[in-house]
């Protein structure tokens, strides 16, 4: 089954929230449907990141803030090797870290 990210839709205003907040950053009401998030959007910024954690398998990542489309902002991993913002990106939920105890699942853009 293909993983998805889940994004928390405001029953009042329909806002929709990534991660999940107690109240609706736009009309403060308190509840929420969940609903999986769009995976492609474009990318708004990026950075390199070098010194990693110990439990990452790689050396190093890029990292980017994509704004989805219906406008939902999430950060990422960057699987794309010369960036651009603005550019059109489709992301896939992918098992980013494991700690040796758990497996943490994050989404992973790629050019679209
Ligand atoms: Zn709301």
New binding site residues.
């Given amino acids: 089954m293909e993983k998805s990210i889940l994004g928390y839709k405001?029953t009042?205003?329909a806002?929709v929230h990534y991660p999940n907040r107690t109240l609706?950053r736009?009309?403060?009401?308190n509840e929420f449907t969940t609903l999986p998030l769009p995976k492609s959007g474009k990318l708004l910024t990026f950075t390199h990141l070098y010194t990693l954690p110990a439990d990452f398998e790689v050396t190093s990542i890029g990292l980017g803030i994509v704004e989805l489309d219906g406008g939902t902002r999430i950060t990422g991993q960057l699987e794309i090797e010369k960036p651009e913002i603005g550019m059109k990106v489709r992301g896939d939920v992918k098992m980013v870290r494991n700690d040796g105890y758990n497996n943490y699942y994050g989404m992973v853009f790629y050019r679209a």
């Fill in positions: 405001c009042k205003c806002q609706c736009k009309c403060g009401h």
